[in-house]
C-alpha cells in the first residue's frame, strides 16, 4: 500500500492526463536540450564514482582481504565508517575539504561535479572492497602458483586468472556502487547540486519551485528506468562472468614487496580520500573566526545564526528526527516481522515457492527505486488522497519505513532462515500449540536479530533525507533537512551550525549501528550491510541470501 500505490501513482502521472494516456509530457522533456544534459551529467557523474570506486576498491580488497599485517582491522573499520554515515553528513565533510577555510580550499573543486564524483567514491568504497575481498579471500591460490609455474608474470596471472574469478563480485559490486550513485540525492544536494544538476534534484525543482507535478513525474519515470536497466545490465554481467570457482578456507598472507604498489594506493584512499573529510568536518566544527572554539556547537541551541531566518533551531530538529525515527522503527518493525515470518516458513508446493520468491523480490523492490521517487510518489498519492494525514505530520515516517523495510526484513531473513524445521515439528510432536512453537522456538532467534533489526530502521530513518524532503512540514524539519538548508544560507554562524550538527549526527548514528554490530549475531559479524543488500539485487530468492 504505501509503496506500490505511491509509485504507481507516479508513474500513471506521467503516462496519463485528464483524457486518457498522455504522452505529450515526455515530448516536452525529452525535446529539451536542458533535459538530455540533466540526464547526461546525471549518467556521468554514476559512471565516474562506480568507476572511480571500482579501481580504487580492487586493490584495497586484495590489501584488506588478502594479505595479513598489523593495524589491519583498523584500516578495515575505517574504510567502513562512510557507508554507514547519512549521505548529507558524506556531503558537508567535503564541503569542508573544499569550501571556504578548507584544507583544500586551493582546488577550487567546492561546489564542483569533480567534489560529488570524489564523495560518491568515498561513500561508495568499502561497498566494493567488502564485496570483492570476500570472495578474494576464498580463493584457491594454487590456480595462481600453477600460472607463475608455467612462466605467467605477475600482471599476466592476475589479468588471465584472478580477474576473471573476481568477475561475479566486480561485476555485482559495480551495478550496486552505479545504483546508489545515479541516486545520491543527499550527496548531491549538500554539495550545492553542481552543474545542471541531476534528475532526482530536477525532480525537487519542478516539484516545489515550479509546482509542475507532470513534469516531474516524467523524469520520475526516466529515473526509474535508470534504474531498471542497471538491475538488468548487472544481471547480464553476472550470468556472463559467473564460472565454477575452486574456492577454500579464508586465506591471506603476509606482505610482500609485490604488495608495495596497491598497500600505497589503499593507504592513500583511506587516509587521503576517507579520512580527509571526516577530520575536516570534525576541525572545521570546533573552529570560528580561525580560533579553536565551541561556539558552533553552543549555536545548536539557538537560532541567532548570522542570516537565519527562523525556524526550528538545531536541537529542535534533532529532536523531530529522533522522534521520526521512533515512529518509523515501530512501523517498519511491524511489517517487518510478519514478512520475515513469512519468507522463511517452509513450503511445500511449487506454486507455494513461486509466491514465496515473488513476495521476497516484491519486498526488496524499494531498494531499486530512489527516496526521491517514493517521496513524490507519496506526494501525487497519500497527500492528495488524505491531506489531513499529511498535515500531521504521519507520512514521514511511513515514507521512511518503505525505505528501511528492505534492510530490515533483510536482517531479519538469515536469522529465522536459520531455524531447524525439525525444531517445530519436535515441538508440534511433543503437544505444543502453534502458538507455543512460534514463542518457544522461533521466539528466541527472533530475539537475537530484532536488536540488530530496530538499530538499522532506526538508523536508516535518523539519517534519511530523500523522501523526507519532499513531505516534511517547515514545522517538523529534520536534522538532514536543517543541516542542508543551514548551507544555503550567508553567514559564518550558519556554515558552523553545519558543520556541527553534521557531526552530532555523524555520532549518534555510529554509535546506533556499533550497538547494532554488537548485537549481531557472531556468525554474522562478517558481513556487511551491502553485502547482504548487493547479494538481494542479483539474486532475490531466499535460499540463496539464506546460503549467504
Not at 596471472?157 to 566486480?170: E, N, R, S
Not at 604488495?259 to 579520512?275: G, I, N, R
Not at 507519496?378 to 515516517?397: H, M, R
Amino acid at each position: 500500500m504505501f509503496f506500490a500505490w505511491p509509485v504507481g501513482a507516479m508513474l500513471t502521472r506521467g503516462f496519463l492526463g485528464e483524457h486518457g494516456v498522455d504522452l505529450t509530457g515526455f515530448a516536452e522533456v525529452l525535446g529539451s536540450a536542458r533535459s538530455w544534459r540533466i540526464i547526461g551529467h546525471t549518467l556521468f557523474m554514476a559512471v565516474a564514482g562506480t568507476a572511480g570506486a571500482v579501481l580504487l576498491g580492487i586493490p584495497g580488497a586484495y590489501i584488506l582481504y588478502r594479505c595479513r599485517f598489523p593495524g589491519q582491522s583498523l584500516l578495515r573499520g575505517i574504510s567502513t565508517i562512510p557507508f554507514v554515515l547519512p549521505t548529507v553528513v558524506v556531503g558537508v565533510a567535503f564541503r569542508a575539504l573544499f569550501g571556504p577555510g578548507g584544507p583544500l580550499q586551493f582546488l577550487g573543486l567546492d561546489q564542483t561535479t569533480a567534489a560529488v564524483v570524489l564523495a560518491m567514491v568515498f561513500f561508495n568504497f568499502s561497498v566494493v572492497v567488502r564485496q570483492v575481498g570476500a570472495l578474494w579471500q576464498v580463493l584457491d591460490p594454487r590456480t595462481v602458483d600453477a600460472a607463475r609455474t608455467l612462466g605467467a608474470s605477475p600482471l599476466r596471472a592476475f589479468t588471465t586468472v584472478t580477474l576473471p574469478a573476481l568477475g561475479p563480485a566486480i561485476a555485482s559490486s559495480a551495478g550496486l556502487v552505479f545504483l546508489f550513485c545515479s541516486t545520491a540525492y543527499g550527496i548531491v544536494r549538500s554539495l550545492g547540486a553542481p552543474g545542471v544538476g541531476t534528475v532526482e534534484t530536477e525532480i525537487h525543482r519542478q516539484t516545489h519551485v515550479f509546482l509542475d507535478l507532470r513534469t516531474a513525474a516524467v523524469f520520475s519515470v526516466l529515473q526509474f528506468v535508470f534504474v531498471l536497466a542497471s538491475v538488468g545490465l548487472t544481471q547480464g554481467v553476472l550470468k556472463r562472468t559467473t564460472t565454477g570457482l575452486r574456492l577454500q578456507q579464508s586465506h591471506t598472507h603476509r606482505l610482500t614487496r609485490a604488495d608495495v604498489v596497491p598497500l600505497a594506493l589503499t593507504l592513500a584512499t583511506v587516509v587521503l580520500l576517507v579520512s580527509g573529510p571526516l577530520v575536516s568536518l570534525v576541525v572545521r566544527s570546533f573552529r570560528t573566526a580561525g580560533e579553536w572554539s565551541v561556539t558552533n556547537y553552543q549555536l545548536l541551541a539557538t537560532s541567532s545564526g548570522t542570516g537565519y531566518a527562523g525556524g526550528a533551531t538545531v536541537l529542535e530538529a534533532l529532536e523531530h528526527s529522533v522522534r521520526i525515527a521512533v515512529d518509523a522503527t515501530l512501523i517498519t518493525l511491524v511489517m517487518a516481522v510478519p514478512l520475515a515470518f513469512l519468507l522463511t516458513r517452509p513450503v511445500r508446493t511449487v506454486w507455494g515457492r513461486r509466491l514465496q520468491r515473488g513476495m521476497d523480490a516484491l519486498i526488496m523492490l524499494p531498494i531499486g527505486v530512489s527516496a526521491v521517487t517514493i517521496g513524490f510518489g507519496f506526494v501525487v498519492s497519500v497527500q492528495l488522497a488524505a491531506p489531513q494525514l499529511a498535515y500531521s505530520g504521519a507520512l514521514v515516517p511511513l515514507a521512511q519505513s518503505v525505505v528501511a523495510l528492505p534492510m530490515v526484513v533483510r536482517t531479519l531473513v538469515p536469522v529465522l532462515g536459520a531455524i531447524s524445521p525439525r525444531l517445530r515439528e519436535a515441538a508440534a510432536t511433543l503437544g505444543a500449540s502453534p502458538l507455543r512453537v512460534l514463542a518457544t522456538v522461533d521466539g528466541p532467534f527472533l530475539l537475537r536479530g530484532l536488536g540488530l533489526a530496530t538499530g538499522f530502521a532506526f538508523a536508516i530513518s535518523l539519517g534519511e533525507f530523500g523522501a523526507t524532503s519532499f513531505l516534511a512540514s517547515p514545522e517538523r524539519q529534520t536534522l538532514p533537512m536543517l543541516i542542508v538548508q543551514l548551507l544555503g544560507r550567508p553567514g559564518a554562524d550558519n556554515y558552523g551550525m553545519a558543520m556541527a550538527g553534521s557531526v552530532l549526527l555523524a555520532v549518534i548514528t555510529a554509535a546506533v549501528l556499533l550497538i547494532c554490530e554488537r548485537l549481531r549475531p557472531r556468525a554474522l559479524r562478517d558481513r556487511a550491510p551491502e553485502q547482504t543488500l548487493g547479494s538481494s539485487l542479483a539474486t532475490p530468492s531466499t535460499q540463496k541470501v539464506g546460503a549467504l
